[in-house]
């Protein structure tokens, strides 16, 4: 042990935080994001109306016009995100006299009608980026995610054996001290909302447990899918009979919201205009705190319901809420701003850490003029991985309104911005000195974020502006929040440039400190 059990804890704390640390904060700015997924998708998607889906009305209206675009199709799927969504998802499979390149899939705004939006992967890319990655096999990536989430339970527990002072430090946050700063920065982001983050990284582990540990399922199942077959259940569309008028589906939506007392977030239609058919209609993702669906499956011509489907049993029901609570679908408008702020909380705790490990070794190096290579690539990788992220999403969000709307391929376009931009700063890092490179980086995003509101007014009809006239808080909230982004980066370029710039020694030499130190 290194010289005790509190050494060797911190000792512990602090590797495993910088190797990982990069990949951490990545995780948590894009799973932070993901709190406001829905609302990211629509500002992504001006086209679409944000126009509130009633349940009933919207799926019957959905109903329709899937009769008259996909007639001869075996199975129609009308999906809805929430109550936050602004519109439906649709999806059909074609009979097998439609040709090859027939479309299967629509979207329709809150009122009914087809959606011609921009293509594009919105909130979704940013989701699933923190759980999936991106160009990476999604099989290893949860891999990956999944070691670093380990990574973080290890260092949260191992800091908080470290800590001394664990109260003291819900108070104390002394600006403008140099190493002190970025240590109360990182204890009041760590010790605050530990329980937050405590529960995130758990349940954000429990939400794949059958990828990382499938032994349970392979003790019990031939394989898999057996087990996903009969754990989510996916009726298939039986061998059609006859034809015979589809019933209403209004009021089949409307009775299976009054048996769970939730709104309804899917109708599938298994073989629509056939005596077979059936109508499934599943409880929404923001139903409850269980992310597991509950369904009802009627008869699709005399509308008798024919079963229920409900997961239940202890094991599910704690899955389902475990994935609930790290998801946090179900929560109100306040509730998802607090979660949003939180792990906002969760990014500074990292990123401050990884600062301070550059901060607290720059003190000790024999000429911190001309630190040694892993000094310098732990700086050159804080500035890529901390500034280039923001400046990232930045660019991904620009791309969305400067790249033609109708060309092929723009939501891999999208993508591929989001990921130049994130390299080029990075080469940015590397080729310019650390104090530079901060300075000029934190600079960046604070101008593209400011940029966001700009770019979207000139192109689109829905500016800050236009938006709180109309009432219009998803977009307004949008721009504003950019704006909110870019002043904070703002500060933090003028507040590093200024101590950079700060006094120089009687010999007109500025002092060799680490401009990581200077921020706070």
């Known amino acids: 042990m290194k010289n005790g059990f509190r050494q060797s804890m911190a000792w512990l704390h602090t590797w495993t935080g910088l190797l990982l640390g990069w990949l951490l904060f990545a995780i948590f700015v894009t799973g932070t994001s993901s ?6 998708t629509a500002w992504m998607t001006p086209e679409v ?45 074609n009979g097998p006299d439609a040709p090859a390149d027939a479309p299967t899939d629509a979207r329709l705004d809150g009122g009914g009608r087809k959606a011609e939006a921009r293509e594009t992967r919105g909130g979704e890319f940013l989701y699933r980026f923190h759980y999936d990655l991106h160009y990476i096999n999604w099989y290893w990536a ?41 240590l109360d920065a990182h ?38 899918q057996k087990f996903f077959d009969t754990t989510f259940p996916w009726p298939t569309p039986a061998e059609k009979v006859g034809p015979a008028p589809l019933t209403a589906v209004a009021p089949l939506v409307e009775r299976a919201e009054r048996t769970w007392g939730a709104g309804a977030g899917s109708v599938r239609i298994l073989n629509p205009g056939d005596r077979t058919a059936q109508v499934i209609v599943s409880t929404a993702p923001d139903a ?10 009627f008869d699709g011509v005399t509308g008798k319901l024919i079963s229920a489907h409900n997961p239940s ?31 906002l909380a969760g990014c500074i705790m990292v990123a ?45 969000f620009l791309a969305n309104r400067l790249l033609p709307v109708g060309g092929a391929g723009r939501s891999d376009r999208e993508i591929a911005a989001f990921f130049i931009a994130w390299g080029a700063v990075f080469v940015w890092a590397t080729a310019r000195p650390s104090a530079r490179a901060w300075v000029e980086a934190l600079a960046a995003v604070a101008v593209s974020f400011a940029l966001v509101p700009v770019i979207n007014a000139l192109t689109t009809d829905r500016s800050l502006v236009a938006s709180l006239i109309a009432d219009d808080w998803v977009f307004a909230g949008f721009d504003a929040t950019m704006l909110l982004i870019a002043a904070g980066f703002g500060w933090a370029a003028s507040k590093v440039l200024r101590r950079s710039a700060g006094p120089r020694t009687a010999r007109g030499k500025r002092p060799a400190r680490s401009p990581s130190v200077e921020v706070a």
Not at 144 to 166: C, D, Q, R, W
Not at 188 to 217: D, E, K, Q, R
């Open 187 to 224: 204890n009041v982001s760590s010790v605050l909302f530990l329980p937050f983050i405590l529960m995130i990284t758990y349940t954000g582990l429990v939400s794949l447990a059958t990828h990382y540990m499938p032994w349970g399922i392979a003790a019990n199942y031939a394989d898999q």
């Open 35 to 40: 709190y406001f997924q829905e609302e990211i």
């Open 288 to 297: 409850g705190m269980s992310v597991r669906p509950r369904s009802l499956t």
């Open 352 to 396: 401050s850490g990884l600062i301070l490990w550059t901060v607290k070794r720059r003190a000790k190096l024999a000429d911190p003029d001309r630190p040694h290579f892993g000094f310098r690539l732990v700086e050159k990788l804080n500035v890529g991985a901390i500034a280039g992220l923001p400046f990232a999403i930045a660019a991904y």
């Open 49 to 93: 109306r944000s126009v509130p889906a009633d349940g009933p009305k919207s799926f019957a209206a959905a109903t329709r016009w899937l009769e008259r675009e996909a007639p001869g199709a075996s199975e129609w799927s009308v999906y809805s995100a929430g109550k936050r969504a602004a519109g439906l998802q649709l999806y059909w499979v």
């Open 313 to 343: 049993g202890a094991s599910t029901a704690t899955e389902g809420t475990m994935i609930g609570l790290h998801a946090g679908r179900f929560a109100s408008g306040v509730l998802r701003t607090l979660y949003f702020l939180s792990g």
């Open 142 to 182: 949860r891999w990956i995610v999944g070691i670093a989430a380990m990574a973080m339970l290890v260092a949260i527990f191992s800091g908080i054996v470290t800590h001394k002072k664990i109260i003291a430090d819900f108070f104390l946050l002394r600006l403008g001290k140099g190493q002190r700063s970025w």
